[in-house]
T-cell receptor
């Protein structure tokens, strides 16, 4: 069974640009979460989607947004990129019920120059 | 707010030996889940072991076991017979098992080095 797939794996953007990252969850999983990992802040929760609805949101500015499609695939978008947005963005999926195991993808490395 | 603390930024262990990674957490909830995730150089987070707070028995997965002390809010990971493939960052994480709450709160991680 295929795992959580994230694309692209690596990308470089310029300050002020926007970026879209994609995540395909494990088949049958309806919940997709996004995390930002940086050396300074560690792993921080961005948001979570379930059946195309955002259920939870972390403490990030409005430049960070996401969405989920009917096939459970998810995208996250960061607008007006800042140098501090350089990070590993991890996507995770689960069936969405209480206590279900959460599985992670390999992440998308974003570098902002 | 829930917090997870890993006080050991780095640990090292001789191959085939046993090592224990520490984790403490702070919560006012009575029901929750605790996890240890491993992040190798590939950066994919891999679930190592999970513990439900309502279970008194410590979880075990092959060479990995936990020492869960609910009153002390402590959740340590013991790796027995350490192998070179165990080298990675290890993160302790906490989650409330409510429907609609998939948020994991992570500690800062412990980098484990295996010495051949």
């Amino acid at each position: 069974k295929a795992g959580v797939t994230q694309t692209p794996r690596y990308l470089i953007k310029t300050r002020g640009q926007q970026v879209t990252l994609s995540c395909s969850p494990i088949s049958g999983h309806r919940s997709v979460s996004w995390y930002q990992q940086t050396p300074g802040q560690g792993l921080q929760f961005l948001f979570e989607y379930f059946s195309e609805t955002q259920r939870n949101k972390g403490n990030f500015p409005g430049r960070f947004s996401g969405r989920q499609f009917s096939n459970s695939r998810s995208e996250m978008n960061v607008s007006t990129l800042e140098l501090g947005d350089s990070a590993l963005y991890l996507c995770a999926s689960s069936r969405g019920a209480a206590g279900n195991t959460i599985y992670f993808g390999e992440g998308s490395w974003l570098t902002v120059v | 707010a829930q917090t997870v603390t890993q006080s050991q930024p780095e640990m090292s262990v001789q191959e085939a030996e046993t090592v224990t990674l520490s984790c403490t957490y702070d919560t006012s909830e009575s029901d929750y889940y605790l996890f240890w995730y491993k992040q190798p150089p590939s950066r994919q987070m891999i679930l190592v072991i999970r513990q439900e707070a309502y279970k008194q028995q410590n979880a075990t997965e092959n060479r990995f076991s936990v020492n869960f002390q609910k009153a002390a809010k402590s959740f340590s990971l013991k790796i027995s017979d350490s192998q070179l493939g165990d080298a990675a960052m290890y993160f302790c994480a906490y989650r409330i098992p409510n429907f609609g709450n998939e948020k994991l709160t992570f500690g800062t991680g412990t980098r484990l080095t295996i010495i051949p």
